[in-house]
Each structure stands twice: as structure tokens, then as C-alpha cells.
């Protein structure tokens, strides 16, 4: 596509309950990122993929989290047992691994809030 | 540990004035990438302007220029002729060549008056 796409928007969860979070990045982007945003704060690194694999998990906060990508398209972020303090907005971004460019462009993100 | 420093949480700038948004950051490697990304209530995180860290010649992008001074490990953003739509957060953010994460400032909210 265009441009980086998450869904969904917006999801509002009980805590215990698991959420999954998608992204679709830009089409030939082989490096995907995942970034965390609590309320008035900045982006804290979450999970990096090259192609499918992920050589940087070092962002995950807990067990709790984790990450997959496949077909080097479609990433699933998925948080289990949901605690409020995992309330935040969650953006995925991706960039190419080759040619002169490394635009690391991202989606609008997923707000999410445990009630 | 490559750390992001902006020490503005806020600025303010008239519409058509001119206004510098300051970053430092910390690195031991020599070659690397640093970005300035705009963030505005959308929370659409926009890439503003790029610069490498090979390239002496500092970037520009239309009303949008940065001051790079790779000793000095410094990183400005110069925007000429603000305009209300420039309202926004900007963070500023730091990588090594391309196959690693982003590390960013904690952001300066820029304001705009008419």
C-alpha cells in the first residue's frame, strides 16, 4: 500500500483480556518497527523485524508481549492478560534495508485502553 | 547506549517568524542517521527531515533545515516562515545504519500563534 496501515484504530479492552494489533507496512519494506507512546511521553522501542525475524526483542516490557511478522508483510503485535498500564498508543513503522534510503515512515497507530 | 537529548518541552514561535529547535545525542559509532519527525494531534508521527551522518552538508526540505554539528554531536531544526499548521510535537531521533531501531528525544511541543 501507501503508507504504513494499522488496525485497528482504537480498542478498548477489559484488563485480563489479550489484544492483538496488526500492521501493514509498506509494500518492500524489509526492516518493520514497534513502538510504544504513553500519554505525553515519547516512543519506547518495542520490537524490530528483518523480514520475519526479529533480532531485536530487547524493548518487549514482559512476557506478556510479543511479536510476529510473516511473509515479510503483515506484523501482529499481541499483549496477553492486559494490565492498564499497558494503555497507550502503539505504532508500527517500516523502511527498506537497501538503497540509499532509510525513511523510516509509520502508520497512525493503535490507541490502546485497558478499562 | 545511544541517548536522545531535547531540553525544550516547549516553544513558541509567531506565524512567519523563525524558529530552532535544539537536539544532542550520544554515539561512539561515526556513521548513523538522525531524523526529525513531527507529531501532531493525528498522532501521525511525520518525517520532517533526514540527515547522515557521512554528509557534511546540512539537509533541507523546503521551510525545514537542520544545523548538523557531527562533533558537537548537535542536531537543530530550523523552521523559517512558521506557519499555524507547524503546531505540533517534534521529536528528534537518533539511528545507526539501517537495520536498527530508532531511539528518540523525549519531544519539544511547539506552539504557533497568529
Known amino acids: 500500500g501507501a503508507g504504513v496501515s494499522q488496525s485497528p484504530s482504537n480498542k478498548v479492552t477489559e484488563k485480563g483480556k489479550d489484544v492483538e494489533l496488526r500492521c501493514d507496512p509498506i509494500s518492500g519494506h524489509t526492516a518493520l518497527y514497534w513502538y510504544r507512546q504513553r500519554l505525553g511521553q515519547g516512543l519506547e522501542f518495542l520490537i524490530y523485524?528483518?523480514?520475519?525475524?526479529?533480532?531485536?526483542k530487547s524493548g518487549l516490557p514482559s512476557d506478556r508481549f510479543s511479536a510476529e511478522r510473516t511473509g515479510e508483510s503483515v506484523s501482529t503485535l499481541t499483549i496477553q492478560r492486559t494490565q492498564q498500564e499497558d494503555s497507550a498508543v502503539y505504532l508500527c513503522?517500516?523502511?527498506?534495508?537497501?538503497?540509499?534510503?532509510?525513511?523510516?515512515?509509520f502508520g497512525q497507530g493503535t490507541r490502546l485502553t485497558v478499562v | 547506549a545511544q541517548t536522545v537529548t531535547q531540553s525544550q518541552p516547549e516553544m513558541s514561535v509567531q506565524e512567519a517568524e523563525t524558529v530552532t529547535l535544539s537536539c544532542t545525542y550520544d554515539?561512539?559509532?561515526?556513521?548513523?542517521?538522525l531524523f526529525w519527525y513531527k507529531q501532531p494531534p493525528s498522532r501521525q508521527m511525520i518525517l520532517v527531515i533526514r540527515q547522515e551522518a557521512y554528509k557534511q552538508q546540512n539537509a533541507t526540505e523546503n521551510r525545514f533545515s537542520v544545523n548538523f554539528q557531527k562533533a558537537a554531536k548537535s542536531f537543530s531544526l530550523k523552521i523559517s516562515d512558521s506557519q499555524l499548521g507547524d503546531a505540533a510535537m517534534y521529536f528528534c531521533?537518533?539511528?545507526?545504519?539501517?537495520?536498527?531501531?530508532?531511539?528518540f528525544g523525549k519531544g519539544t511541543s511547539l506552539l504557533v500563534t497568529p
Open positions: 513503522a517500516s523502511s527498506p534495508l537497501t538503497g540509499t534510503g532509510h525513511n523510516v515512515i
Open positions: 523485524f528483518q523480514g520475519n525475524s526479529a533480532p531485536d
Open positions: 531521533a537518533y539511528s545507526p545504519p539501517p537495520g536498527y531501531a530508532l531511539n
Open positions: 554515539t561512539s559509532e561515526s556513521d548513523y542517521y
